[in-house]
């Protein structure tokens, strides 16, 4: 699933790269590789590749990673895979 990208420019992901210790762990459990190690801090690689899963924040030891997990489309998106249905994040009402 590395290659997916959704809605450009939306994200809510936030990282502070002061705060990084180079653990490594946002790298290790990203699911799309958003995260790369470079020279002991990690660095995102491409911000709208990121689908607001959590793992990231969830895992990173000094909060460096901030992310409002399962809003927007993203989550639309997933839900429509897991249940059949068709994906709905209310864009269509302004909601996104």
């Given amino acids: 699933m590395a290659e997916l990208r959704y809605m450009e420019g939306v994200v809510t992901l936030q990282y502070d790269e002061p705060t990084c210790i180079g653990c490594g762990l946002c790298a290790t459990v990203c699911p799309h590789g958003v995260f790369k190690m470079n020279d002991k801090k990690a660095a995102i690689t491409d911000r709208d590749r990121c689908m607001e899963c959590g793992a ?41």
């Fill in 56 to 96: 990231c924040a969830n895992n990173c030891p000094v909060e460096a990673i901030a992310v409002e997990a399962g809003v927007g489309c993203a989550s639309a998106i997933i839900y429509g895979w897991l249940t059949g249905n068709e994906p709905s994040c209310d864009c269509a009402g302004g909601g996104c």
